[in-house]
């Protein structure tokens, strides 16, 4: 029976089974409209399953550039909880203050420069740890953490029953050599030398929680950012009277803004217009040059971070400084004695580690030097034998006139960063002077 059904239905003529089944077929004319539907969906898949392949390929190359990260830096595996006590009561908590005891630990040290002082965390630390110490001097530009220190260095040193009497100086870490000799009557610094040298080149939370002093991203306030109020120029000044060409080289240099050109543009039409005189107005002329871009919210705050980066470094003269300085800081050593300096970006922490091969290699001139060409030279070498009672130290590059003791930077803990983040960008990089 089914035999016969079929056996009909092939010998029923189209046109006559479309009207006794009422079978519908798109017209001819349509007909090509629906292969490039067709073709239009099978192109959409392919895009999408392109898009999905080169987003794949994107968070491989970042686990990549982090892993690369990861190997170029040493994470500390100190104990964090154990050394935050010590002043968890403060508004400022001293980034690597475990790492930086642990510098030092190994030193006699009858002789002590802070060149940062600050609200003196460190300082505190390195004070309570080496009884034995007979020099210490602090320096520092800003006012208000001199006070905070006078007051927590006193209080530990009555509690201590001890008889060292700190020097407390107003003055910046690049006159660090006239500062020794200032004080080379009484311990004969100049001949001798210093034991151990501390840089923490990051700002405090008391600078950026004041709003007055134009340091924060988020809060209002004058655009001032001087590091010493006794500086003449402020922020303000260079956005609204220094040449253009200048500010663009700022932002390009000092922030390392992609987007400089069309920041240089709205900063220089401002001055049409009464010009830039408070942080809030800064970070609104941001976040309009910015508004489309991706990121949302964070992009716009990551490029007010940089500009107000760049603005900073140009008002303290920070890069130029910073270089003479480290300089300066090593040959106040004596043979034996260490320098470490903590860095917060990429700018500061590519001048520390090329200041220090040049150091090591003897070259006091100018000019960035290049691992590889050193090597060439034969001037240094990378050390593995590492003492059991420093076990922060990993590899270290000896050269003919000092070590680093760090070939890779030291950076936070993962509890530390968890706890404090402001201190996760944190580079400590040690030198010790050859004895």
Wanted: charge should be positive.
């Amino acid at each position: 029976m089914a035999k016969q059904m079929m056996y009909c239905w092939l010998s029923i003529p189209l046109s006559t089974a479309k009207q006794r089944f009422n079978i519908k077929t798109a017209p001819l004319s349509s007909r090509p409209v629906l292969a490039s539907a067709r073709a239009q969906r099978s192109i959409s898949t392919a895009s999408k399953k392109k898009k999905k392949k080169e987003r794949n390929k994107s968070v491989e190359e970042l686990v990549v550039v982090k892993n690369d990260k990861e190997k170029r830096r040493t994470r500390s595996e100190k104990e964090y909880e154990e050394l935050h006590s010590f002043h968890q009561t403060e508004s400022h908590v001293p980034v690597m203050l475990g790492e930086v005891v642990d510098v030092f630990s190994s030193l006699t040290l009858r002789s002590f420069i802070d060149c940062t002082l600050g609200a003196a965390g460190h300082s505190s630390a390195i004070i309570k740890g080496h009884p034995e110490l007979e020099c210490y001097v602090g320096m520092d530009v800003d006012p208000v953490a001199h006070a905070k220190a006078r007051a927590h260095i006193d209080a530990l040193l009555h509690s201590t029953h001890s008889s060292l009497k700190p020097h407390l100086l107003f003055k910046n870490f690049k006159y660090i050599k006239s500062v020794v000799g200032e004080i080379d009557d009484d311990y004969n610094l100049l001949s001798s030398g210093v034991d151990g040298i501390l840089m923490d080149l990051g700002m405090s939370s008391m600078q950026v929680n004041n709003p007055q002093r134009g340091f924060s991203v988020l809060a209002n306030g004058p655009l001032d950012m001087r590091m010493d109020p006794r500086a003449s120029v402020k922020a303000k000044d260079i956005l609204n009277y220094w040449p253009d060409d200048e500010v663009g080289r700022i932002l390009r240099e000092y922030g390392e803004e992609s987007n400089w050109r069309w920041l240089q543009k709205k900063i220089v039409q401002a001055r049409q217009q009464g010009g830039l005189h408070s942080t809030g107005e800064l970070r609104d002329l941001i976040q309009g040059a910015t508004h489309g871009t991706k990121g949302g919210r964070q992009g716009w705050i990551k490029t007010a971070t940089r500009v107000f980066q760049a603005l900073r470094i140009a008002v303290n003269d920070e890069l130029n400084t910073l270089e003479k300085s480290l300089h300066a800081c090593f040959e106040c050593l004596v043979p034996g004695g260490r320098l470490a300096v903590i860095s917060f970006h990429s700018l500061e922490d590519r001048i520390v580690k090329q200041t220090f091969l040049k150091i090591i290699e003897g070259n006091e001139g100018d000019g960035d030097v290049v691992e590889e060409e050193a090597g060439k030279r034969d001037l240094r070498k990378t050390r593995n034998d590492v003492n059991e009672k420093e076990t922060w130290i990993r590899q270290m590059v000896q050269g003919q006139s000092g070590t680093i003791l760090t070939k890779r930077p030291i950076t936070p803990s993962e509890e530390e960063e968890r706890l404090n983040r402001r201190c996760r960008s944190a580079k400590l990089r040690v030198i010790e002077k050859i004895r």
